[in-house]
């Protein structure tokens, strides 16, 4: 069946420090999401990229849809503390194991 | 609008006792979903309804029955209770069901399994 894994499984980041998870898929995806969940909370839509090589940014946000539409990544710029949280990358109807980010103030 | 709403908050169950998780949306969605979150391992679908009347298996469907009450409504029971159930349980809902239909999660409900 069809696998999406994410690495890395946590990262710990200094504040201000860039962050990257990048999302693999082991099927060509449709579109993908991305999802965000702070702790203790439940996943919220980020964003969704549907061409081959689209990039779309929301503010300190980078995402990008690999060309093969198999892999993805969500780049932060400059973390927050309220960047803290896991993210996850979804295709249809199947989650990314998720990355833990977080940052040290 | 309170979005999707999860009974209860959190449960503790011992091995081979039921119980039944209860989802609910007021946005009108055709399609509600159940999933089960366990560290490391993501988020994996156990059931989802793509319309009222119609329910299909996931990724993890063992152990578990779903019911689509009504378009608002979608339960998920467990008839009994196992420790590898213990797991935090994430209701959902979308439009449609399709690739790119934004989902929509319920605040979760954690369950304990002794």
């Known amino acids: 069946g069809q696998q999406v894994m994410q690495i890395p499984q946590y990262q710990h980041v200094q504040e201000g420090e860039d962050f990257t998870t990048y999302c693999n898929s082991s099927t060509t995806l449709s579109n993908i999401q991305w999802y965000k969940q702070r702790p203790g909370g439940h996943p919220v839509f980020l964003i969704q990229l549907v061409k081959s090589g689209e990039v779309k940014k929301q503010k300190r946000l980078t995402f990008q849809f690999g060309e093969a539409k198999k892999n993805s990544s969500l780049h932060i710029t400059a973390t927050q503390t309220t960047d803290v949280g896991t993210y996850f990358c979804a295709g249809y109807l199947f989650f990314g194991t998720g990355t833990r980010l977080t940052v040290i103030p | 609008n309170a979005g999707v709403t999860q009974t209860p908050k959190f449960q503790v169950l011992k091995t081979g006792q039921s119980m039944t998780l209860q989802c609910a949306q007021d946005m009108n969605h055709n399609s509600m979903y159940w999933y089960r979150q366990d560290p490391g391992m993501g988020l994996r679908l156990i059931y989802y309804?793509?319309?009222?009347?119609?329910?299909d298996k996931g990724e993890v469907p063992n152990g578990y029955n779903v019911s689509r009450l009504n378009k608002r409504e979608f339960s998920l029971r467990l008839e009994s209770a196992a420790p590898s159930q213990t797991s935090v349980y994430f209701c959902?809902?979308?439009?449609?069901?399709?690739?790119?239909?934004?989902?929509?999660f319920g605040p979760g409900t954690r369950l304990l399994v002794l």
């Open positions: 309804s793509a319309s009222e009347g119609t329910t």
């Open positions: 959902a809902s979308s439009r449609v069901q399709g690739a790119g239909e934004t989902q929509y």
